[in-house]
C-alpha cells in the first residue's frame, strides 16, 4: 500500500458535498482541509456536514492560504462556473505549488474564449511543475471525451450527434431551478436573457474540445438560445406541482458548422416528467458507430466520481493547463496510490 494523496477542497454546497462524500470514503485519500466561506458553515466542523461514517473533524475555515503547505498535493476547487471568478484562487493555489481540480465548466476548455488567461495559467503552471484540469460528467466526459474516444476506430469521420436526454427531477433542487423548473413561459424567457438562470454551461467548451482533438476545420460554432420544455400534463415535482402550460426543463443546442453543413451536433435534455433517459452518440462515417447508455449516467453522482478519479492522473501528468483530451485515459482510480 502506497502513500495517500493529501487533498484539500475548496466549496461545499450541493455538488461540493457530493465530492466531499466521496473523498471520505476513499482508502487513498487524505482529507487535509476544507474552505468554504458560507456564514452557515461558520464555526462547523466538516463531520457536523457531512453525515457518513468516519468524516474527520476538519474545521469549516473561510481562508484558503493557511492550509496551502507543501505536503499538499492537489485542490479541489468546486464553486464557480466561471474561469475568470476562480483564476485568482488558481494561481494561489499555482505559487504555492499544488495541483488543480476544479468543476468550473468553463476550464473544460478555455483556451478559445480565454486565451490570454489560459496561456498565463499554463505558463505559471508549467513553471512550478503542477496541473490544472477542469473536468465533470458534462462537459469532461459524455459530451465531448467520450466521442473523441469512440472516433479512434473510424477510418473517416463526417459527422458526430451527441444527445443527452435527462429527467432533471432525479437532480439536486438548484440544478432544477438552473433549468428553470414550474417557471411561466415568460419567467423562463426573462431569467435566461437577464442570465439569472443559465441553463446548461459548456456546450461549446464541449465542441471547441472535439474540434481541437480531431483536427477539424470549422467555420463557426454556435450554441442556440435555450427553449423551454412545456408541461403538457400536470405532474407533482420537488419544485412542488408543474401545471400544464409550465415550463419542466429545458432543450439546448449546439453546432459546428462547416459552410452550411453541421458536423459537430449536441444536444442537451434537462427536464422533469416520466421518459427515457439516455446518453447516445453517433457517428458517421467509416464505419459508422452508435453508441448509447440506456438510463444515461447521473449527472451528480458521475461529476463527483469523474473528479475524484481524476486525482492521481492530474497529480502524475505533465505540467501546464490540461484539458481532458491531454490526459491519459480516465477511469475509476480508488485503488491508485501516491507513487
Same mark, same amino acid.
Given at each position: @500500500? ?25 482508502? $487513498?485519500?487524505?482529507? %487535509? ?18 453525515? #457518513? ?42 505559487? %504555492?505549488? %499544488? $495541483?488543480?481540480? &476544479? ?28 496541473? #490544472? ?31 443527452? @436526454? ?15 423548473? $414550474? ?14 438562470? &443559465? ?31 412545456? &408541461? ?39 427536464? +422533469? *416528467? ?7 452518440? &453517433?457517428?458517421? *462515417? ?12 447521473? *449527472?451528480? !453522482? *458521475?461529476?463527483? +466520481? ?8 492530474? !497529480? $502524475? ?6 484539458? @481532458? ?15
Amino acid at each position: @500500500m502506497g502513500k495517500k494523496f493529501n487533498i484539500i477542497q475548496v466549496g461545499l454546497g450541493p455538488m461540493g458535498q457530493l465530492v466531499a462524500k466521496l473523498l471520505v470514503k476513499r482508502k $487513498n485519500i487524505k482529507f %487535509a482541509g476544507i474552505v468554504d466561506i458560507d456564514p452557515a458553515f461558520e464555526g462547523k466542523t466538516l463531520d457536523e456536514i457531512i453525515d #457518513i461514517p468516519k468524516t474527520p473533524k476538519l474545521p469549516i475555515v473561510k481562508e484558503l492560504e493557511p492550509l496551502l503547505t507543501k505536503k499538499i498535493d492537489l485542490v479541489i476547487i468546486a464553486t464557480s462556473s466561471f474561469f475568470e471568478t476562480i483564476a485568482p484562487m488558481i494561481m494561489q493555489i499555482i505559487e %504555492a505549488g %499544488a $495541483n488543480v481540480l &476544479t468543476l468550473c465548466e468553463q476550464l473544460s476548455y478555455p483556451w478559445d474564449f480565454h486565451p490570454e488567461l489560459s496561456a498565463k495559467i499554463d505558463e505559471a503552471a508549467k513553471e512550478k511543475g503542477v496541473t #490544472i484540469v477542469g473536468s465533470g460528467i458534462n462537459p469532461g466526459y459524455l459530451m465531448d471525451l467520450l466521442p473523441i474516444a469512440l472516433t479512434a476506430p473510424c477510418e473517416t469521420v463526417e459527422k458526430i450527434h451527441v444527445t443527452r @436526454m435527462m429527467n432533471s427531477s432525479r437532480r439536486r433542487i438548484p440544478f432544477q431551478k438552473k433549468i428553470g423548473t $414550474n417557471l411561466t413561459i415568460s419567467e423562463f424567457n426573462k431569467k435566461i436573457s437577464d442570465k439569472e438562470i &443559465t441553463g446548461h454551461v459548456g456546450l461549446e467548451e464541449s465542441i471547441q474540445m472535439i474540434v481541437s482533438a480531431l483536427g477539424f476545420d470549422v467555420d463557426e460554432i454556435i450554441e442556440f438560445p435555450p427553449n423551454a420544455m412545456i &408541461t403538457e400534463k400536470a405532474f407533482d415535482s420537488p419544485l412542488g406541482r408543474v401545471e400544464e402550460g409550465y415550463v419542466r426543463g429545458l432543450h439546448s443546442r449546439g453546432v459546428a458548422k462547416k459552410g452550411d453543413r453541421e458536423i459537430i451536433i449536441l444536444d442537451f435534455y434537462a427536464y +422533469s *416528467g416520466d421518459h427515457d433517459e439516455y446518453d447516445s452518440i &453517433t457517428i458517421e *462515417g467509416v464505419p459508422g458507430i452508435q453508441q448509447k447508455i440506456i438510463g444515461g449516467v447521473h *449527472g451528480d !453522482v *458521475g461529476t463527483a +466520481s469523474m473528479i475524484v478519479n481524476l486525482i492521481p492522473k492530474t !497529480v $502524475n501528468a505533465q505540467p501546464g493547463l490540461l484539458t @481532458m483530451k491531454d490526459l491519459p485515459t480516465p477511469c475509476y482510480t480508488g485503488k491508485i496510490w501516491k507513487e
